[in-house]
């Protein structure tokens, strides 16, 4: 038991910083933020908790609760991504995630998706911001049908139209 | 794997059949209006997988069916006296290997779960055992994100996040 | 106490109703929603509950926890402003209010804050989508200066600018 | 009334002295990308109405200070070293009569609060009539959302609800 719980802390706590500075890099930082996990016990991992630090490029805080909405966002999404890279699920069903987040992190976050989207791990994303269900291949459009008193789907492709 | 379709019948704001085909796309988006049914869809998907109603909105199964509702004091025409009274969602998910897997849940009369892969009927056990061997694992559910809980995951306690980590190990 | 509860009462309930449907009214449904407070025990007001209910256009269910994100929002900022208007304040901080709302109802917002901001009352909001914060009249920039590590402050004034 | 100013000096992300004249708009959007500082604005607003520092996200009155804090390792250059020992929000407030009201808050070097109105220093008793005279009721607080809470308040309970009209009536 113990030995399955740092085998799956080892490998998260090793690829969180590397996800967060993939999400938070720019133009105007191109290193992009920091993250770590540490265990708050050395010697019972699994007894005692692991504390989540991140930190948004240039800023110097390390206490998560003195982030913004924002910020706290891209490092909830950051730690999500490092512990499905574990043991990876087929598929991410991901509910407007972006409802916090100013245009240029939409971009980054889509980005991500773009990049990561495969045969190896699908992303389905309902969200209402154009910058990112523009990224998508497939569109699902819902909408109420007054008359039958029904949702309804449409759907449409959008890899045969050119890049918006 | 990926998920191919997703079947809905009479599934929260979806009256009748409903069918979504994702092909083999590997970033599918949904949108649409405010209300208009884009997280009952997300509780289709959760639903079929195991998730409990309590975690999809509802109290109990049968909140999950299909309502039309009449109003107090509008007439009962025939047709829609009949509410429905059951639902059934079904996901095709082709396997990594090329299978393809026809998970569908029912919600039956008596408000009970029935779960059936590729058409026969299961236990509730030897289904959650299929999605394991996927990598589906629907007790640790860190690749579903329900609307408005986003921000949490990145301050939730130190123990939520070990026992997190210890479900995935 | 009892007098000066039902009055506030009286006066909210009255109003809710009218107030939801000026922010649930489009031209598919002129109508709009509707909503309604009731006391859940008649005799001592102030010792039981008050129940709110709010119907969108053209739903049928009467309770809150089947809406919608952007249904309940919607439903809040009626309730909200409702209770305003009984000893109102003379001003509202938002803060990103409109972070679940789809295109249409962030311009229903916007259009009821512009018809109510006036001398007697003065709306602040915080917003990161273009449908409302260009209805503004003064629009207040907040950027980071990294060299002194610092929020710093610009503010425009929006009238003097044709409507976008 | 209306806020016409305010006025922060190292008050959370603001670093000496920083003003923002609202003139005499009825309708003020604030905008900036993530972690900029707005909610901080908003902060500083119900900080100077008398808002308890545990309703803006800290712990105790000095956690509002600015802090420039230098990471471990990094040397500390004379300038940087003088951490702010104190903070202050300042609103300019027009009364519906045209008399125009300074309301001050400071967070001094002990931690603790002083309260001024037209730069006399007054009891925070004092000067919580002052602005209930304005109709600006701090303890129910039912003009000021803070981000995340909106959706709530459409689904608080009864009791909640019947508490909120109370403390309005
Ligand atoms: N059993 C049911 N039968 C019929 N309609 C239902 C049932 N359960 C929920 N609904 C309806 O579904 C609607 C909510 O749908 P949903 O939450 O999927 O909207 P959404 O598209 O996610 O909107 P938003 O963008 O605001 O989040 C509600 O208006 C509710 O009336
Ligand atoms: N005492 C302090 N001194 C210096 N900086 C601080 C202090 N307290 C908070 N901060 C900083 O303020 C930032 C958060 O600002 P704020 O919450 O206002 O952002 P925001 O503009 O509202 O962003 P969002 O759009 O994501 O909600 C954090 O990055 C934090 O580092
Ligand atoms: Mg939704
Ligand atoms: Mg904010």
Redesign the pocket.
Same mark, same amino acid.
């Given at each position: 038991r113990c030995d399955k719980f740092n085998a799956a802390f080892e490998h998260i706590s090793g690829v969180i910083d590397a996800t967060y500075k993939e999400l938070t890099r720019s133009d105007a930082f191109p290193l992009g933020g920091s993250a770590t996990l540490t265990v708050e016990d050395e010697h019972e991992p699994y007894l005692e908790g692991i504390k989540y630090h991140a930190m948004p490029p240039m800023k110097r805080f390390r206490e998560m609760e003195l982030l913004s909405g924002g910020e706290k966002t891209m490092a909830a999404l950051a730690l999500l991504f490092s512990i499905h890279s574990f043991h990876p699920s087929p598929f991410f069903v991901l509910d407007?995630i972006d409802a916090a987040l100013d245009n240029a992190n939409v971009q980054r976050v889509a980005n991500y998706i773009r990049k990561h989207a495969g045969s190896k791990c699908q992303f389905i994303v *309902?969200s209402?911001k154009r910058g990112l269900y523009t990224h998508g291949e497939c569109l699902v459009g *819902?909408y109420r049908d007054q008359e039958v008193n029904s949702s309804k789907i449409l759907t449409m492709d959008l890899r045969s139209y050119p890049d918006t | 794997g990926t998920l191919k379709a997703i079947e809905l019948c009479n599934f929260? @704001?979806y009256r009748d059949t409903h069918r979504v085909d994702l092909g083999d796309s590997s970033f599918s988006a949904i949108i %649409?209006? +405010? %209300? @208009? %049914?884009? @997280? +009952?869809?997300m509780d289709a998907i959760s639903f079929v997988l195991g998730v409990r109603s309590s975690q999809l909105r509802s109290t109990q199964l049968k909140?999950? *069916?299909? #309502?039309g #509702?009449i109003m107090r004091g509008e007439e009962v025409s025939s047709t829609q006296s009949q509410e429905a009274t059951s639902a059934y969602v079904l996901v095709e998910y082709e396997k990594s290997n090329g299978d393809l897997l026809k998970l569908k849940r029912t919600i039956t009369p008596s408000g009970t779960s029935e779960y059936r892969i590729n058409n026969k009927v299961t236990s509730s056990g030897e289904y959650n055992a299929t999605m394991k061997k996927e990598n589906i694992l629907v007790k640790a559910r860190n690749f579903l994100v329900f609307?408005g809980d986003v921000e949490q995951i990145a301050s939730q306690s130190p123990q939520d996040l070990s026992k997190l980590i210890e479900i995935t190990s």
């Amino acid at each position: 038991r113990c030995d399955k719980f740092n085998a799956a802390f080892e490998h998260i706590s090793g690829v969180i910083d590397a996800t967060y500075k993939e999400l938070t890099r720019s133009d105007a930082f191109p290193l992009g933020g920091s993250a770590t996990l540490t265990v708050e016990d050395e010697h019972e991992p699994y007894l005692e908790g692991i504390k989540y630090h991140a930190m948004p490029p240039m800023k110097r805080f390390r206490e998560m609760e003195l982030l913004s909405g924002g910020e706290k966002t891209m490092a909830a999404l950051a730690l999500l991504f490092s512990i499905h890279s574990f043991h990876p699920s087929p598929f991410f069903v991901l509910d407007e995630i972006d409802a916090a987040l100013d245009n240029a992190n939409v971009q980054r976050v889509a980005n991500y998706i773009r990049k990561h989207a495969g045969s190896k791990c699908q992303f389905i994303v *309902i969200s209402l911001k154009r910058g990112l269900y523009t990224h998508g291949e497939c569109l699902v459009g *819902i909408y109420r049908d007054q008359e039958v008193n029904s949702s309804k789907i449409l759907t449409m492709d959008l890899r045969s139209y050119p890049d918006t | 794997g990926t998920l191919k379709a997703i079947e809905l019948c009479n599934f929260k @704001s979806y009256r009748d059949t409903h069918r979504v085909d994702l092909g083999d796309s590997s970033f599918s988006a949904i949108i %649409g209006p +405010n %209300g @208009s %049914g884009k @997280s +009952n869809m997300m509780d289709a998907i959760s639903f079929v997988l195991g998730v409990r109603s309590s975690q999809l909105r509802s109290t109990q199964l049968k909140d999950l *069916i299909y #309502r039309g #509702r009449i109003m107090r004091g509008e007439e009962v025409s025939s047709t829609q006296s009949q509410e429905a009274t059951s639902a059934y969602v079904l996901v095709e998910y082709e396997k990594s290997n090329g299978d393809l897997l026809k998970l569908k849940r029912t919600i039956t009369p008596s408000g009970t779960s029935e779960y059936r892969i590729n058409n026969k009927v299961t236990s509730s056990g030897e289904y959650n055992a299929t999605m394991k061997k996927e990598n589906i694992l629907v007790k640790a559910r860190n690749f579903l994100v329900f609307q408005g809980d986003v921000e949490q995951i990145a301050s939730q306690s130190p123990q939520d996040l070990s026992k997190l980590i210890e479900i995935t190990s």
